[in-house]
């Protein structure tokens, strides 16, 4: 995983205490329990889809030639993190969800 990417995602999601390290950043992620906070939604939500671009920016760069810039997959997940959680229907205003409205 790109260490600048990874750094700027984690800071968004309140992910402070996740390491760089691809063993202890699915451990980490693992072990902290999952409520139905909007930190961690966030959290849980921005670490599948920074699991599947990286997936997808692999196999578009081994079987098509191509590749996107940093910014681009910044911007892709972070897009994808905000539109998933305006879907979400279970969420009450608070201060916390407004906070993370800002991603």
Sequence with gaps: MRPRLWERLKVMAKLDDISYVWGEVISGIVNKAACNSIWSIVQRLLFGLVVYF??????????????????ALFSLIVETV???LMGLKILRVSPAVKEASLI
């Excluded at 997936?55 to 098509?64: K, T």
């Design 54 to 71: 990286i997936w997808q920016e692999r196999n578009f760069r081994v079987f098509q030639k191509c590749a996107r810039s940093g910014e």
């Design 82 to 84: 905000r539109l998933r």
